[in-house]
């Protein structure tokens, strides 16, 4: 066992664990981030090269979080002197009489985030290549853009072995030990901290069971899948056009996004907000492409410009909770482990905040967002109802 005892040590070096890792380190805390996978790598839920950032929420606490975290990823992309974000607007489509639609335009009405309500009559001048289904309603919101996530994942990481912290990739944690100093255990040795923030997506529930605790969350596979234009530029991120999310459509209940053709040339980002059940450490036995075939009928009706069968499909893993809200919280028994859990598919752009957060949360400060909708406690009658 090393002597060393850190201040913390963090165990997941995705987005989440990167951000919380870099403000323990920036704020002279001596940080360990540990990451069970050799860096960089496709195995969890934050590699890729775009993400979606966005005000559009129905809940008011989304969006007050989205505010802040503009601003830190506008830190960040100074400090590390690397572009971490393109403005390119969102479209929000869904049907005006629909439950998502009306709640998130209140949300950025009642919060005075700058859009665009689209006329129907005007749509099509402004969104080229778009069918706008009859009874949805459009708008536009302009502050929304592209994250370059795979350049801001080694941005972060980066900047926190600048301010003096310490990564071992290739390192699985296979034991935890609770404690006033916790101990952590890999194959390589043991390593003490004084306080732990776990941050390990899929794997959350792998480590917690050291912990005596289990969430309930539900890790799904989904197909990320790009499409080709039928004319090159129809849907290029360089001709203006805006990221999407419909929320609901004859297709599903469930959200469909999009980005703009960028990291594939003549190749357009668009995907099913929803996975089905898999391992995560079996990921590709699960083979299920429902999401794929009402992706193809969403595309035939609603985007002419594109060949209706994927060029190309990677894949992505959610951890999801029954709300789909986060978990940010400590641990309900031992007041030094803090978990980060259950992003849901929605965490990346919230990077930086929940970083910030779940540093708060490690070195005992006041968190600077009410975290009410984010504690553990709020399983406790789903757990027994599981029973």
């Not at 403005?87 to 998502?100: A, S, Y």
Request: proline letters at 6%.
């Amino acid at each position: 066992m090393s002597s060393q005892v850190y201040d913390c040590i963090v165990i997941g070096a995705g987005i989440q664990g990167s951000c919380t890792a870099y403000y323990l380190a920036k704020n002279n805390k001596k940080t360990l981030l540990l990451e069970q996978f050799v860096l960089p790598h496709s195995r969890g839920s934050s590699h890729g090269q775009t993400r979606i950032i966005r005000k559009a929420y129905e809940q008011d606490f989304y969006v007050r979080m989205m505010e802040e975290s503009y601003k830190l990823w506008a830190e960040l992309e100074k400090e590390a002197d690397v572009k971490l974000y393109r403005r390119t607007g969102l479209l929000l489509l869904g049907p005006e009489n629909g439950r998502g639609f009306p709640i998130i335009k209140d949300t950025l009405q009642r919060n005075k985030v700058p859009m665009v309500v689209l006329k129907r009559e005007e749509f099509s001048q402004h969104i080229p290549n778009f069918n706008l289904s009859s009874g949805d309603g459009a708008l536009v919101d302009t502050t929304a853009g592209v994250l370059y996530a795979d350049k801001a994942l080694v941005a972060i990481q980066r900047l926190f072995q600048s301010h003096g912290g310490v990564i071992k990739d290739g390192e699985k944690v296979i034991g935890i030990t609770p404690g006033p100093v916790v101990t952590v255990t890999t194959p390589s040795g043991a390593y003490q901290a004084k306080k732990l923030v776990i941050t390990a997506g899929p794997w959350a529930n792998t480590l917690l069971s050291h912990t005596g605790l289990g969430l309930p969350l539900q890790v799904v596979k989904l197909n990320v899948c790009y499409w080709q234009e039928k004319v090159p530029g129809s849907y290029d991120i360089r001709n203006r056009f805006p990221c999407f999310v419909q929320v609901e459509s004859l297709e599903s209940e469930h959200h469909i996004y999009g980005l703009p053709s960028n990291e594939y040339p003549g190749l357009m980002k668009v995907c099913y907000h929803i996975g089905k059940d898999t391992d995560p450490d079996g990921r590709d036995r699960q083979t299920n492409q429902d999401d794929i075939e009402i992706l193809k009928r969403y595309i035939t009706r609603c985007m002419p410009g594109l060949v209706p069968v994927p060029a190309v499909v990677e894949s992505c893993l959610y951890t999801i909770t029954p709300d789909t809200d986060f978990v940010l919280d400590r641990h309900p028994t031992y007041s030094n482990i803090v978990i980060g859990a259950g992003f849901s598919g929605h965490g990346f752009k919230f990077g930086p905040v929940i970083g910030k957060i779940l540093y708060e949360l490690s070195t005992e400060q006041v968190p600077s967002h009410d975290l009410t909708p984010f504690k553990i406690s709020r399983f406790q009658a789903h757990s027994k109802s599981a029973l």
